[in-house]
């Protein structure tokens, strides 16, 4: 399901709060490059529950693998990527966001090498 993007968690985060300095999410400890947030509305659009793995399928090309670890406020489908060590650019401001994966069978792009 196509939704909006952001990103949160970085030192310049203008809506930064307490919980989420300390990385606390706010069904899991945050997690560089594995935490994500989720809107209400997002979470119930997609079945998504508190732990699950959701694929961030990139406009750009290419797919992030994040856990449901935290809650994002306002109304819209929205996900919000947890990303401490600064902000990501170009990642686009939406994503194609579906539900499954786990760590251990992340999504491969396949790179062709030829020597």
């Given amino acids: 399901m196509r939704m909006k ?5 970085y030192a310049s985060d203008p809506y ?3 919980y989420t300095r300390k ?10 490059g594995i935490s994500c947030a989720l809107t209400d509305s997002a979470k119930h659009a997609l079945g998504a529950h508190p732990g699950d793995w959701i694929q961030v399928h990139l406009v750009g090309g290419g797919v992030q693998l994040r856990r449901f670890d935290d809650r994002a ?11 401490v060590d600064g902000y990501q650019t170009g990642l686009g401001d939406h994503a194609e966001i579906t539900l499954g994966g ?3 069978t992340t999504p491969t792009v396949s790179k062709s090498h030829h020597h």
């Fill in 73 to 83: 406020p306002e109304a819209d489908n929205r996900c919000d990527l947890y990303n």
């Fill in 102 to 104: 786990s760590p251990h």
């Fill in 5 to 9: 993007l952001t990103q949160y968690g």
């Fill in 23 to 32: 990385g606390q999410g706010s069904s899991h400890k945050l997690e560089r």
């Fill in 16 to 18: 930064m709060d307490s």
